[in-house]
């Protein structure tokens, strides 16, 4: 079974930038999509950011697509949210999750991944 670890969090001033990365082990990540959600207190889990499997494809959410990109090394097995221009409303637990496809579609919903990390907390101060 898969596992994953996500790691990069912390805290940082408004503006700045900061890179999550997801470590995968018991598993390749060159047959999921992965995708990066976020969950502030008091709000529901939101989709951040996908990747295909191929690595070739990317979605995000609206409100991040020009500050936020996500990428994939298969061969370090690895995925990674480089995050730019950051805002206090981005301030969340941010989970990596995983999904078996060869499909290059989006995939939005939580429910469509059954692999999930711990989760790492981001802090944005203004």
């Known amino acids: 079974q898969m596992k994953l670890v996500e790691s990069g969090g912390g805290l940082v001033q408004a503006g700045n930038s900061l890179r999550l990365s997801c470590a995968a082990s018991?598993?390749?990540?060159?047959?999921?999509?992965v995708a990066w959600f976020r969950q502030a207190p008091g709000k529901e889990r939101e989709f951040v950011a996908q990747?295909?499997?191929?690595?070739?494809?990317?979605y995000y959410e609206d409100s991040v697509k020009d500050r936020f990109s996500i990428s994939k090394d298969t061969a370090q097995n690895r995925v990674y949210l480089q995050m730019s221009s950051l805002k206090p409303d981005d301030t969340a637990v941010y989970y990596c999750?995983?999904?078996?496809?060869?499909?290059?579609?989006?995939?939005?919903?939580?429910?469509?991944?059954?692999?999930w990390g711990q989760g790492a907390q981001v802090t944005v101060s203004s």
């Open positions: 990747v295909t499997y191929s690595g070739e494809i990317m």
């Open positions: 018991g598993g390749n990540f060159s047959s999921f999509a």
């Open positions: 999750a995983a999904r078996r496809t060869y499909s290059s579609g989006r995939y939005y919903y939580a429910t469509s991944y059954n692999i």
